[in-house]
């Protein structure tokens, strides 16, 4: 028996996957050390007649058709390099390892290179869409060698999300292309996700809205123009009895957020390229504080809490929606601001309005929006931001107003907004011509004779401040 394709990692989403394969009258066979895994995903695809599992290594290998097609679905870190030690004795030339894990992407480059010099195909391939995404059909961003993708592009394809019969997978580029494209997918998704909650706190505080106000606000908010899956499952999430106590699960939920690292290497690697994405940052940050529970609650005994000022209820939800519309905009923008410059950096060769095409199903981070980014880019490829897309300024305009407000309101009243207001922090900074970092030049100059540019002539300066 030959198989199409072979799955390594029999967890939740290794299983789905499998089976979301079958669906598609591919055959596979699953790989796990631990045998009852083994044992379950053959009796769960034993109707389709196209899933096997094995907990042998060399039995797995051999039951594959060539060139193999072996995709992990394992943690990311150290386990990747195990489980490829572990295929190596077994492979043949032009095989294709398939790492659908979050790993970090310089892991990739190096596990690339390693297996090019072997003649293996490595490909870092980002999946998103959790359990859900995996069975019924996940976004998929691969990068790898484009010819070698050929191999596996069918059953991407028959697999992936479908966006009206487009499928939500496209090759992205060489070397770890497609690892970087999904942290930065992921970083979009701390920043959304930040985003629904701060709203979500100022619904509730200022606005006093019951659960069932919440939802029924997302529930139509997810009608309109920030239609996306976040904002779905939040709706959601405000409905859920719980089982424990007659309340709802939400308000039962701790707060303090955990992170696996994707969000914060955005961050991190931001940084390093020099391109700010300020409300992707402070959405690391409250994760970050969202563990200080303990100093928190202390904290709060010495301060005490502001009572929010009363304020219209239509007018809140009106504002609060323009200035989740704006966030979102803003965040989308910076991560593919982040994406582009990136591209050419590490020479990923990126195209954004792909990109946003196969991010508008499947994926975490799927919203009506993406239509209208994947437009931008498409119209224009070398589109230095979002925010200055011709489809967008009116767009953009339109929310600014409500935005201010909900800002506004919330200092004055603490409620903590940092992403909202590190949202439009970046766009009056992004749209300014001149901001006052002119003072900061001046400051260097005078204390360590950093030097300076003028504004009116060529050259480098130096002054003696002090007389
Ligand atoms: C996806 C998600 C997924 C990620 C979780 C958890 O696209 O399906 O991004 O890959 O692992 O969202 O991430 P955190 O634990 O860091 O919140």
């Known amino acids: 028996n030959t198989y199409d394709f072979g799955l390594i990692g029999l967890g939740v989403m290794g299983r789905n996957f499998i089976l979301n394969v079958a669906d598609n009258q591919f055959t596979s066979m699953g790989y796990d050390l631990d045998q009852e895994k083994v044992n379950a995903l053959i009796e769960e695809g034993k109707d389709t007649n196209k899933v096997n599992a094995t907990s042998d290594i060399k039995e797995f290998v051999n039951s594959l058709s060539?060139?193999?097609?072996?995709?992990?679905?394992?943690?990311?870190?150290?386990?990747?390099?195990?489980?490829?030690?572990?295929?190596?004795p077994h492979l043949d030339k032009n095989d294709l390892i398939i790492d659908g894990g979050n790993s970090f992407f310089t892991d990739t480059d190096r596990r690339e290179a390693y297996l090019q010099e072997k003649g293996i195909h490595f490909f870092?391939?980002?999946?998103?869409?959790?359990?859900?995404?995996?069975?019924?059909?996940?976004?998929?961003?691969?990068?790898?060698?484009?010819?070698?993708?050929?191999?596996?592009?069918?059953?991407?394809?028959?697999?992936a999300a479908k966006f009206k019969g487009e499928p939500c997978v496209a090759y992205l580029g060489p070397k770890s292309a497609g690892n970087y494209v999904k942290m930065v997918h992921n970083g979009i998704e701390y920043g959304l996700m930040q985003l629904t909650s701060e709203i979500y706190d100022l619904l509730k505080k200022a606005g006093k809205l019951t659960n069932d106000e919440l939802h029924e606000t997302f529930a139509s908010w997810n009608k309109g123009r920030l239609q996306s899956f976040l904002v779905e499952i939040t709706a959601e999430i405000f409905q859920k009895q719980d089982?424990?106590?007659?309340?709802?699960?939400?308000?039962?939920?701790?707060?303090?957020?955990?992170?696996?690292?994707?969000?914060?290497?955005?961050?991190?690697?931001?940084?390093?390229?020099?391109?700010?994405?300020?409300?992707?940052?402070?959405?690391v940050s409250m994760r970050e504080i969202s563990a200080l529970k303990e100093e928190r609650v202390a904290a709060e005994d010495l301060y005490g809490r502001p009572t929010p000022e009363a304020i219209d209820k239509k007018a809140l939800i009106k504002m609060a929606e323009e200035a989740l519309y704006f966030a979102f905009i803003n965040t989308y923008a910076q991560g593919l601001h982040q994406l582009a410059f990136a591209s050419k950096e590490y020479g990923y060769e990126l195209d954004l309005a792909v990109i946003a095409k196969i991010w508008r199903a499947g994926c975490i981070i799927r919203a009506e929006l993406l239509e209208d980014i994947s437009n931008a880019y498409a119209a224009d490829k070398d589109l230095v931001n979002l925010l200055v897309a011709p489809n967008f300024v009116t767009e953009v305009k339109a929310t600014l107003g409500g935005t201010r407000d909900v800002v506004a309101y919330a200092a004055k009243n603490g409620i903590p907004l940092p992403a909202l207001s590190n949202s439009l922090t970046y766009f009056d900074a992004y749209t300014s011509g001149r901001l006052p970092l002119n003072l900061i030049q001046a400051q260097r100059d005078h204390f360590g004779s950093h030097t300076y540019e003028r504004t009116d002539m060529e050259g480098i300066f130096h002054t003696e401040w002090e007389d």
């Open 66 to 88: 060539q060139p193999r097609k072996i995709m992990l679905l394992v943690p990311a870190g150290k386990i990747v390099d195990t489980v490829i030690e572990s295929l190596l």
């Open 243 to 283: 089982d424990k106590t007659d309340g709802r699960l939400v308000d039962q939920i701790l707060d303090k957020a955990k992170q696996k690292g994707t969000g914060k290497w955005t961050s991190q690697n931001a940084m390093d390229l020099g391109i700010p994405v300020p409300s992707i940052d402070v959405a």
């Open 124 to 159: 870092g391939s980002g999946v998103s869409g959790g359990a859900k995404g995996a069975r019924r059909g996940p976004s998929i961003m691969p990068g790898g060698n484009k010819e070698a993708y050929k191999e596996v592009q069918p059953i991407f394809e028959a697999v």
